[in-house]
């Protein structure tokens, strides 16, 4: 079993790494390019919208939401850019993971938002 769930996270690595070339492909739609850019910036943010010591929830983006996300992006991209973006994220995935500064950036506006929301809520 733990076998295969390390099958598994390496697949979903290695897709994540597909879509972080396929969002710098002029084949793939504007439209596309925005949900990817999305998932990727996510994906690869050393900062969870939910942290990992929430019990059961802090696991919820590692387990349904990034999965979820990456399934959907892969749906959306043309197949011919799809093989050609798994050959070169082969490549990258022995390079190694990339991180996102940008993704970062998005998650800690986000808890900023619902912080400032918190408090003024708290003081009205």
């Known amino acids: 079993m733990l076998t295969t769930l390390k099958r598994h996270i390496h697949t979903l690595k290695r897709e994540a790494y597909t879509l972080y070339i396929a969002l710098r492909d002029p084949?793939?739609?504007?439209?596309?390019k925005v949900l990817l850019a999305l998932v990727v910036a996510y994906t690869f943010s050393p900062i969870d919208l939910i942290p990992?010591?929430?019990?059961?929830?802090g696991y919820l983006?590692?387990?349904i939401l990034?999965?979820?996300g990456i399934w959907l992006a892969l749906k959306l991209i043309p197949s011919?850019?799809?093989?050609?973006?798994?050959?070169q994220a082969a490549t990258l995935d022995e390079?190694?993971?990339?991180?996102?500064?940008?993704?970062?950036?998005i998650v800690i506006g986000i808890?900023?938002?619902g912080l400032i929301g918190l408090l003024w809520w708290w003081f009205s």
Do not use: C, H, N
């Open 66 to 68: 990034t999965p979820l």
């Open 111 to 113: 808890w900023l938002i």
């Open 52 to 57: 990992d010591f929430i019990p059961v929830l």
């Open 61 to 63: 983006d590692d387990f």
């Open 95 to 105: 390079q190694g993971k990339p991180v996102s500064r940008i993704g970062a950036m």
């Open 80 to 87: 011919e850019v799809i093989r050609s973006a798994r050959q």
């Open 27 to 32: 084949r793939v739609p504007w439209y596309t």
